[in-house]
């Protein structure tokens, strides 16, 4: 397999080709969100509070879970993301369940590990930050990897307009 060219004929840097993955539901979201709902209540129960709260604590521990569950691992919730399309210069098209493709940039604080990546990322306009999860589970092993290595190696417009000093 050849490998990609950095550069043109003329030697100037071509952009990186745009990643395009389809994220599926995961098993270990799943379990992790799980997981993280019955240490919560454990640390609940643990507490010196009235044993009349801990229903209270479980219903609302169990409200979130599964929203969670549906949003994160199992993307049938609305407003989940399903597809990602992320290209060289860190420009972010977000696909969601209910149809909606979002605009935004993918931030410095994106977490780029072999199994997990974690998509910080802002919509144009917007003065908040989201986070997406990307597991091994959620997609096929090479559209992962192209994935962290776009991620990882990416750069923002304006970064790339700066050149670096060398004072």
């Known amino acids: 397999m050849a490998r990609p060219r950095h550069r043109g004929f003329d030697g100037a840097m071509q952009r990186a080709p745009v990643v395009d993955i389809t994220l599926g539901s995961s098993r270990l979201a799943?379990?992790?969100i799980a997981l993280?709902?019955?240490?919560?209540m454990a640390v609940v129960i643990a507490l010196p509070v009235a044993p009349w709260t801990w229903p209270l604590a479980g219903t609302a521990l169990l409200a979130w879970a599964r929203q969670r569950i549906r949003r994160v691992a199992l993307r049938c919730a609305p407003s989940s993301v399903r597809r990602l399309r992320v290209g060289g210069d860190r420009a972010l098209h977000v696909?969601?369940?209910d149809g909606r493709m979002l605009h935004?940039?993918?931030?410095?604080?994106?977490f780029v590990g072999a199994r997990l990546t974690t998509v910080v990322w802002?919509?144009?306009?917007?003065?908040?930050?989201?986070?997406?999860?990307?597991?091994?589970?959620m997609l096929p092993a090479e559209d992962f990897r192209r994935l962290r290595v776009q991620l990882r190696y990416s750069r923002s417009e304006v970064a790339a307009a700066r050149s670096p000093s060398h004072a």
């Open 30 to 32: 799943c379990a992790w």
């Open 104 to 110: 935004g940039h993918v931030l410095a604080s994106t």
């Open 122 to 137: 802002r919509r144009d306009g917007s003065r908040w930050s989201r986070a997406e999860w990307v597991l091994p589970d």
């Open 36 to 40: 993280v709902a019955v240490s919560a």
């Open 95 to 97: 696909f969601t369940a």
